[in-house]
């Protein structure tokens, strides 16, 4: 059993920066891989960027790519989303989830079914 939480989020202006964190319980963080997805008002739960288990392998959606950097550190058992250059459209509840199943493939990762375990999300809102 894995529990995320999700912080970091907040209020911040158009081509401001957040960084997002999402903290496991349990000591076998490293096996899962973990994705980090957004939804907001009205809309689908969409992929934004992807770690494998080693954090050797990153996915990332192509409207973030660039601006967002996901990373991990397994000694922490915390994985982060890095949005720099941030636009009103990214404002969303972001969640993040792990996976069980060794995904490597943006294919893999860009599917929410693939996760067993995600967070309580986080609100990001940018404004102009």
């Known amino acids: 059993q894995v529990q995320l939480v999700e912080s970091g989020g907040g209020l911040v202006q158009a081509g401001g920066s957040l960084r997002l964190s999402c903290a496991a319980s349990?000591?076998?963080?490293?096996?899962?891989?973990v994705g980090w997805f957004r939804q907001a008002p009205g809309m689908e739960r969409e992929f934004v960027a992807g770690?494998?288990?080693?954090?050797?392998?990153?996915y990332y959606a192509d409207s973030v790519k660039g601006p967002f950097i996901i990373s991990r550190d397994n000694a922490k058992n915390t994985v982060y989303l890095q949005m720099n250059s941030q636009k009103p459209e990214d404002t969303a509840v972001y969640y993040c989830?792990?996976?069980?199943?060794?995904?490597?493939?943006?294919?893999?990762?860009?599917?929410?079914?693939?996760?067993?375990?995600w967070g309580q999300g986080t609100q990001v809102t940018v404004y102009s």
């Open positions: 770690i494998s288990r080693s954090g050797g392998i990153t």
């Open positions: 989830a792990a996976a069980a199943l060794r995904l490597t493939t943006a294919q893999a990762m860009g599917v929410p079914t693939a996760y067993d375990y």
């Open positions: 349990g000591r076998t963080f490293s096996s899962y891989a």
